[in-house]
Protein backbone atom coordinates (compact mmCIF):
# COMPACT_ATOMS: atom_id res chain seq x y z
CA UNK A 1 0.00 0.00 0.00
CA UNK A 2 1.57 3.30 -0.89
CA UNK A 3 -0.48 5.93 0.87
CA UNK A 4 1.98 8.36 2.55
CA UNK A 5 -0.55 10.43 3.62
CA UNK A 6 -1.42 14.12 2.37
CA UNK A 7 0.84 16.81 2.34
CA UNK A 8 0.48 21.26 1.48
CA UNK A 9 1.48 20.26 -1.97
CA UNK A 10 -1.91 17.99 -2.44
CA UNK A 11 -4.13 20.00 -1.38
CA UNK A 12 -2.38 23.36 -3.46
CA UNK A 13 -3.15 21.22 -6.76
CA UNK A 14 -6.30 23.02 -6.43
CA UNK A 15 -4.81 26.48 -6.44
CA UNK A 16 -3.22 26.10 -9.72
CA UNK A 17 -4.48 28.22 -12.89
CA UNK A 18 -5.84 26.51 -16.06
CA UNK A 19 -7.05 22.64 -16.44
CA UNK A 20 -4.70 20.96 -18.13
CA UNK A 21 -1.97 22.29 -15.84
CA UNK A 22 -4.21 21.05 -12.48
CA UNK A 23 -5.51 17.95 -14.31
CA UNK A 24 -1.61 17.08 -14.80
CA UNK A 25 -1.06 17.80 -11.18
CA UNK A 26 -3.82 16.02 -10.26
CA UNK A 27 -2.42 12.76 -11.80
CA UNK A 28 1.00 13.27 -11.11
CA UNK A 29 0.26 14.25 -7.31
CA UNK A 30 -2.82 13.46 -5.69
CA UNK A 31 -4.12 10.18 -7.82
CA UNK A 32 -1.23 7.58 -6.95
CA UNK A 33 -2.45 8.49 -3.43
CA UNK A 34 -6.15 8.00 -4.04
CA UNK A 35 -5.43 4.40 -5.56
CA UNK A 36 -3.61 3.69 -2.72
CA UNK A 37 -6.31 4.48 -0.16
CA UNK A 38 -8.79 2.64 -3.20
CA UNK A 39 -6.70 -0.58 -2.72
CA UNK A 40 -6.39 -0.02 1.14
CA UNK A 41 -10.02 0.73 1.64
CA UNK A 42 -11.73 -1.92 -0.81
CA UNK A 43 -11.29 -5.32 1.41
CA UNK A 44 -12.36 -3.30 4.22
CA UNK A 45 -15.50 -2.09 2.55
CA UNK A 46 -16.25 -5.08 1.25
CA UNK A 47 -16.02 -6.68 4.41
CA UNK A 48 -18.42 -4.22 6.50
CA UNK A 49 -20.98 -4.25 3.65
CA UNK A 50 -21.01 -8.09 3.28
CA UNK A 51 -20.29 -7.46 -1.21
CA UNK A 52 -17.81 -6.79 -3.36
CA UNK A 53 -16.99 -3.09 -3.83
CA UNK A 54 -15.02 -2.22 -6.92
CA UNK A 55 -12.70 1.30 -7.02
CA UNK A 56 -13.20 4.15 -9.18
CA UNK A 57 -10.81 6.62 -8.91
CA UNK A 58 -12.12 10.17 -10.53
CA UNK A 59 -10.97 11.02 -14.06
CA UNK A 60 -13.00 14.18 -14.52
CA UNK A 61 -12.60 13.08 -18.15
CA UNK A 62 -15.68 15.63 -19.33
CA UNK A 63 -14.34 18.71 -18.48
CA UNK A 64 -12.77 20.55 -21.34
CA UNK A 65 -12.81 23.88 -19.31
CA UNK A 66 -13.81 24.46 -16.23
CA UNK A 67 -10.58 22.36 -13.86
CA UNK A 68 -11.81 20.26 -10.63
CA UNK A 69 -12.19 22.15 -7.65
CA UNK A 70 -11.68 18.53 -6.22
CA UNK A 71 -11.19 15.27 -6.50
CA UNK A 72 -11.80 11.58 -4.80
CA UNK A 73 -11.72 7.85 -5.28
CA UNK A 74 -14.96 5.94 -5.15
CA UNK A 75 -16.11 2.51 -3.96
CA UNK A 76 -19.50 0.84 -5.14
CA UNK A 77 -20.48 -2.49 -5.80
CA UNK A 78 -20.30 -2.24 -10.08
CA UNK A 79 -16.84 -2.72 -11.85
CA UNK A 80 -18.00 -0.11 -14.61
CA UNK A 81 -19.08 2.99 -12.72
CA UNK A 82 -20.30 4.35 -8.88
CA UNK A 83 -22.72 7.27 -9.85
CA UNK A 84 -25.36 5.08 -10.39
CA UNK A 85 -25.48 3.58 -6.93
CA UNK A 86 -24.88 4.25 -3.50
CA UNK A 87 -21.46 4.40 -2.54
CA UNK A 88 -18.47 5.57 -0.78
CA UNK A 89 -15.96 8.63 -1.05
CA UNK A 90 -12.54 9.66 0.08
CA UNK A 91 -11.85 12.83 -1.16
CA UNK A 92 -9.75 16.61 -1.45
CA UNK A 93 -10.85 20.28 -1.88
CA UNK A 94 -8.37 22.61 -1.33
CA UNK A 95 -9.59 23.52 2.61
CA UNK A 96 -10.50 19.66 3.58
CA UNK A 97 -10.43 15.97 3.05
CA UNK A 98 -13.85 14.45 2.78
CA UNK A 99 -14.89 10.75 3.49
CA UNK A 100 -18.79 10.11 2.47
CA UNK A 101 -21.60 8.07 2.14
CA UNK A 102 -23.26 9.37 -1.19
CA UNK A 103 -26.72 8.93 -2.75
CA UNK A 104 -25.84 11.53 -5.80
CA UNK A 105 -28.53 12.98 -8.59
CA UNK A 106 -27.09 10.40 -11.26
CA UNK A 107 -29.10 7.16 -8.84
CA UNK A 108 -32.34 5.82 -10.08
CA UNK A 109 -33.04 4.27 -6.92
CA UNK A 110 -33.33 7.71 -4.68
CA UNK A 111 -37.02 7.65 -4.25
CA UNK A 112 -37.21 3.99 -2.69
CA UNK A 113 -34.06 4.83 -0.69
CA UNK A 114 -35.55 8.22 0.67
CA UNK A 115 -38.72 6.13 1.72
CA UNK A 116 -36.43 3.63 3.55
CA UNK A 117 -34.67 6.46 5.18
CA UNK A 118 -37.80 8.18 6.47
CA UNK A 119 -38.94 4.62 8.19
CA UNK A 120 -35.50 4.91 10.00
CA UNK A 121 -35.25 8.51 10.64
CA UNK A 122 -35.05 8.14 14.54
CA UNK A 123 -32.61 5.50 14.20
CA UNK A 124 -30.38 7.03 11.98
CA UNK A 125 -30.65 10.34 14.17
CA UNK A 126 -29.29 8.61 16.95
CA UNK A 127 -26.87 6.74 15.99
CA UNK A 128 -24.64 8.88 13.60
CA UNK A 129 -21.79 10.90 15.90
CA UNK A 130 -22.97 14.11 16.26
CA UNK A 131 -19.51 15.56 15.30
CA UNK A 132 -20.22 13.80 11.59
CA UNK A 133 -21.29 16.34 8.28
CA UNK A 134 -24.46 16.06 6.08
CA UNK A 135 -24.23 17.33 2.12
CA UNK A 136 -27.48 17.95 -0.35
CA UNK A 137 -25.08 18.64 -3.13
CA UNK A 138 -21.75 16.75 -3.59
CA UNK A 139 -20.06 19.52 -6.13
CA UNK A 140 -20.04 22.56 -3.21
CA UNK A 141 -17.94 22.01 -0.26
CA UNK A 142 -20.39 23.40 2.74
CA UNK A 143 -21.96 20.96 5.19
CA UNK A 144 -24.34 20.69 8.09
CA UNK A 145 -23.50 19.02 11.42
CA UNK A 146 -25.52 16.67 12.60
CA UNK A 147 -25.58 17.56 15.73
CA UNK A 148 -27.34 20.92 14.66
CA UNK A 149 -30.14 18.47 13.11
CA UNK A 150 -33.49 18.22 14.29
CA UNK A 151 -34.93 14.19 13.98
CA UNK A 152 -37.32 16.58 11.40
CA UNK A 153 -34.69 18.35 9.67
CA UNK A 154 -33.51 15.01 8.63
CA UNK A 155 -36.61 13.26 8.06
CA UNK A 156 -37.10 16.23 5.59
CA UNK A 157 -33.38 15.64 4.12
CA UNK A 158 -34.69 12.04 3.20
CA UNK A 159 -38.30 13.14 1.53
CA UNK A 160 -36.00 15.41 -0.30
CA UNK A 161 -34.48 12.54 -1.44
CA UNK A 162 -37.66 10.95 -2.58
CA UNK A 163 -39.65 13.29 -4.43
CA UNK A 164 -36.98 15.62 -5.63
CA UNK A 165 -35.50 14.57 -9.20
CA UNK A 166 -31.86 16.17 -8.35
CA UNK A 167 -31.85 15.60 -4.91
CA UNK A 168 -28.58 14.45 -3.23
CA UNK A 169 -27.40 13.04 -0.02
CA UNK A 170 -24.16 12.74 1.55
CA UNK A 171 -22.68 11.90 5.51
CA UNK A 172 -19.78 11.50 6.87
CA UNK A 173 -16.79 13.39 7.77
CA UNK A 174 -14.88 16.14 6.65
CA UNK A 175 -11.17 17.07 8.17
CA UNK A 176 -9.30 20.62 8.02
CA UNK A 177 -6.41 20.34 5.77
CA UNK A 178 -3.88 21.24 8.40
CA UNK A 179 -5.18 18.53 10.29
CA UNK A 180 -5.32 16.45 7.26
CA UNK A 181 -1.47 16.95 7.05
CA UNK A 182 -0.76 16.70 10.99
CA UNK A 183 -2.92 12.70 11.21
CA UNK A 184 0.03 11.94 8.51
CA UNK A 185 -1.02 8.72 6.89
CA UNK A 186 -1.80 5.68 9.53
CA UNK A 187 -3.83 8.41 11.84
CA UNK A 188 -6.06 9.22 8.60
CA UNK A 189 -6.23 5.66 7.72
CA UNK A 190 -7.42 5.13 11.54
CA UNK A 191 -10.27 8.34 11.28
CA UNK A 192 -11.43 7.05 7.59
CA UNK A 193 -12.09 3.67 8.98
CA UNK A 194 -13.84 4.77 11.71
CA UNK A 195 -16.13 6.81 9.52
CA UNK A 196 -16.69 4.01 7.09
CA UNK A 197 -17.85 1.54 9.86
CA UNK A 198 -20.14 4.52 11.19
CA UNK A 199 -21.80 5.21 7.75
CA UNK A 200 -21.79 1.63 6.40
CA UNK A 201 -25.27 1.25 8.09
CA UNK A 202 -26.82 3.84 5.72
CA UNK A 203 -25.06 1.75 2.75
CA UNK A 204 -26.87 -1.51 3.78
CA UNK A 205 -30.20 0.04 4.44
CA UNK A 206 -30.04 1.99 0.51
CA UNK A 207 -29.07 -1.06 -0.42
CA UNK A 208 -31.95 -3.04 1.25
CA UNK A 209 -29.66 -5.36 2.82
CA UNK A 210 -30.77 -4.61 6.51
Same mark, same amino acid.
Given at each position: ????????????????????????????????????????????LSAITGEELFVHVAKHARR????????? @??? =????? &? $???????? /?? !???????????????????????????????????????????????????????????????????????? @??? =????? &? $???????? /?? !????????????????????????????
Amino acid at each position: MNFTGFTTEDFDVFLIDGLEPRMEALKEIIRPKLEGLGQYFAPTLSAITGEELFVHVAKHARRTINPPKDTW @VAF =AGNPR &G $YKMMPHFQ /IG !LWNTHLFIWFAVIYEAPLKAEIGARFIKKAAKIHKEIPKDFVWSLDHTKPETIAHGQLSKDNLRAYFERLQN @VKK =AELLC &G $YTIDKEEA /IQ !LGAEGLLQQIDFVFKNVAPLYKLAQNSK
